[in-house]
């Protein structure tokens, strides 16, 4: 039996998708949810709905009873995420799961100025000393979160961001639940790995905006900034001042190199190229 936690998620809804799309039959996959309302349209593929919250370790433990493999979607929320994902590792033991399948960040180590991103050094470190069989799965950033970081660039042509040269490797979530779909269905295979899973070319800014102008038919210019300056902006903007350090530590991040990887893993579990940002940019700007 294969548990899909964060189920009612974009990734978590995908993953089952593309688990009932390689035949896995939907009495063999179940969904962890806090909201069963949510996970109506789940529950009507059948899927069988399990209800839990990472906050709740009791409710995790009952939860994981009967799961071989566990599919541990990273949560949503990152308040507190390290503590919630100590939860989901420890009940997993206790519940006899054989195999964790979890979706980390590229790169993860306790040094990323993408600072969300050390939460996964973390619960990476928990699986190892787990005992359980673990594979990694390490997302880069989603083609999708790409247009949050435009600011007003598909308005008015100029992109001011603060990556400065850096390269960054974006990949579409759809391939990314496909590629932990083919790990849950032959776990052994993959027991005790780590793979980085980016699409297979990273882009410099200027290079993306030069993409960003021929999907859009406009002119869109690039214009490395400060890290002050980007902050500012932010503020400006009205974007709320707790969150302005995370979100300038992924521009820092960027510009050093933290989503830059050239490695293949997503196409080998893919047994085919990921999609392109090219190919998909138009499909999430709606074009
Ligand atoms: N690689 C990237 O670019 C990127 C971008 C954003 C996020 N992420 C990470 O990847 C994960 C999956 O992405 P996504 O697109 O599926 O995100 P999403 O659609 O925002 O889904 C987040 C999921 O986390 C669940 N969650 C939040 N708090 C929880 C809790 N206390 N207990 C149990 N579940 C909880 C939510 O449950 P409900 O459905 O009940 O709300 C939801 O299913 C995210 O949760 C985040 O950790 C990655």
Do not use: C
């Not at 990323?112 to 005992?131: P, Q, R, V, W």
């Amino acid at each position: 039996m294969i548990l899909v936690t964060a189920a009612t998620g974009h990734l978590g809804t995908a993953t089952i998708d593309q688990l009932l799309s390689k035949n896995v039959p939907a009495g063999q996959i179940a969904g962890l949810v806090r909201d069963e309302k949510k996970a109506e349209g789940l529950a009507a593929k059948g899927i069988s709905l399990r209800k839990g919250d990472y906050h709740d370790a009791a409710s995790l433990q009952t939860a994981f009873q009967g799961i071989d493999t566990l599919v541990f979607i990273s949560s949503g929320n990152i308040h507190d995420r390290v503590a919630q994902h100590r939860n989901v590792v420890d009940a997993a033991k206790a519940a006899g799961v054989k195999n964790i399948i979890y979706t980390s960040v590229l790169k993860a180590s306790a040094n990323l100025k993408f600072t969300a991103g050390i939460d996964h050094y973390h619960t990476e470190n928990f699986l190892k000393e787990s005992g359980i069989a673990y594979t990694s799965l390490r997302n880069t950033f989603y083609i999708e979160v790409l247009p949050g970081l435009l600011g007003g660039a598909l308005q008015n042509g100029q992109w001011y961001y603060a990556a400065g040269n850096g390269k960054a490797n974006f990949a579409a979530r759809a391939d990314m639940a496909e590629a932990i779909a083919n790990v849950a269905i032959a776990p052994a295979a993959h027991a005790n790995k780590i793979y980085e899973i980016a699409g297979n070319h990273s882009y410099t800014f200027h290079e993306i905006a030069d993409v960003l102008s021929k999907v859009t038919g406009k002119t869109i210019q690039y214009i490395p900034v400060s890290l002050d300056a980007l902050k500012e902006g932010m503020k400006q903007a009205g974007v709320p001042e707790a969150y302005i350090p995370m979100y300038a530590g992924i521009a820092e991040g960027i510009s050093i190199g933290e989503l830059d990887s050239n490695d293949n893993a997503l196409e080998k579990l893919l047994q085919r190229k990921p999609i392109t940002l090219e190919a998909y940019l138009p499909k999430v700007l709606g074009i």
